[in-house]
């Protein structure tokens, strides 16, 4: 349950930093939006690939 809890938010933050770094043209004081947008992007990669890590192996290990 947790793995596929990890993978929706992952997709969530991808959807998000790619709407902030592909569709947003609007800048604030001191912050980059497209660079915020493409950290979230990262980090939601990042989670992507070890939610699906995990559930691999769960699945893999008898479905605990």
């Known amino acids: 349950?947790?793995?596929?809890?990890s993978i929706g938010g992952s997709l969530f933050l991808i959807?998000?930093?790619?709407?902030?770094?592909f569709a947003v043209t609007t800048s604030l004081a001191g912050i980059d939006i497209a660079t915020v947008?493409?950290?979230?992007?990262i980090i939601g990669?990042?989670?992507l690939v070890l939610g699906l890590f995990m559930l691999s192996r769960t699945r893999r290990d008898g479905g605990v």
């Open 1 to 5: 349950m947790l793995s596929t809890m």
């Open 15 to 21: 959807a998000v930093g790619a709407i902030l770094y």
């Open 37 to 41: 947008g493409l950290i979230l992007m």
């Open 45 to 47: 990669v990042l989670g």
